[in-house]
């Protein structure tokens, strides 16, 4: 008789984030993972290149592709031009994108969230980063017990610097979709940016990298400040526990044949199942 037995990962990490341990994912490998990297690179260069796209659309016409343009009242994409009347189509748009991602996540699962969602991609972003600089999930585990020696901190700033440019160039890319991009990053070569330009760009940096910034750094620090080494159970406890277990589901095996006759009785089934496994 095969006894399943089943390890609750979503419950461990709850556990780990109700006592304030930071979860460090694991890189993985594989061909979801591959299709993953190409929708990253492809979402992400949709996003940073689409305000540089030229359209021409004759004289005293913007000629930039994509441009929401508040000023004059208009949104220009590709060839269409939309006037401020004209917003129901966008409304319509809307509806029949809404009702497309709902087939499709109710014909082949959360392929949206799963792949091409903005938190999606930025935190696969965010997460490749620190690998790149603080190492895989052994190396970073091992970083949280660790002192904030001269090499950690290093690693710190570099991470954080990273992760800020990120922020900056994704609050500074939204700017360029509502004014003439090239234009707009002239002026930041030549350090004549406007103020309203900057104090969005400034909030919606914030809005993309302060907050995950304020929270690494305060569990890093708080880990750092603890260096409280894991207990391991010694090797005679882990012995004892795997011979009790042992002894508990052979006693609930004989105690199903014995009682049923040659049959497996469904309750003595279910007392062996729900009889805890500890490794």
């Not at 461990?12 to 979801?32: E, F, L, M, S, Y």
């Not at 031009?81 to 809307?94: A, F, H, N």
């Not at 002239?186 to 907050?211: E, H, M, P, T």
Request: proline residues 5%; positive net charge.
């Amino acid at each position: 008789m095969a006894l399943t037995i089943e390890i609750d990962h979503a419950r461990t990490r709850a556990k780990a984030a109700a006592a304030g341990q930071p979860v460090v994912p694991q890189a993985v490998k594989g061909r979801i993972r591959r299709i993953k990297w190409v929708v990253l690179l492809l979402t992400l260069s949709i996003y940073y290149v689409t305000p540089f796209l030229r359209w021409g659309r004759g004289p005293n016409a913007p000629d930039q592709a994509l441009l929401l343009d508040f000023a004059h009242g208009r949104l220009y994409c590709f060839f269409a031009e939309i006037w401020p009347q004209d917003l129901y189509l966008v409304t319509g748009l809307l509806v029949l994108a809404s009702t497309i991602l709902i087939l499709t996540n109710a014909l082949a699962g959360r392929l949206w969230c799963g792949f091409a969602c903005p938190q999606t991609v930025w935190t696969g972003l965010f997460l490749l980063v620190e690998r790149l600089i603080e190492g895989d999930r052994r190396r970073r585990l091992k970083n949280l017990g660790a002192p904030l020696d001269a090499k950690r901190t290093m690693q710190i700033v570099a991470k954080h610097s990273a992760w800020l440019l990120i922020s900056l160039a994704t609050g500074g890319t939204l700017i360029f979709y509502f004014t003439d991009a090239p234009e707009l990053l002239r002026s930041f070569a030549r350090g004549d940016v406007s103020a309203n330009a900057l104090c969005w760009i400034v909030a919606f940096k914030a809005r993309s990298g302060i907050r995950k910034l304020s929270r690494s750094i305060t569990g890093t620090i708080a880990a750092s400040s603890e260096r409280r080494p894991r207990r391991l159970p010694s090797s005679a406890g882990r012995a004892s526990r795997r011979e009790t277990a042992s002894t508990a589901i052979s006693a609930c095996v004989r105690s199903a044949s014995t009682s049923a006759k040659d049959r497996t009785s469904p309750a003595s089934i279910a007392d062996c199942a729900s009889t805890p496994a500890i490794a």
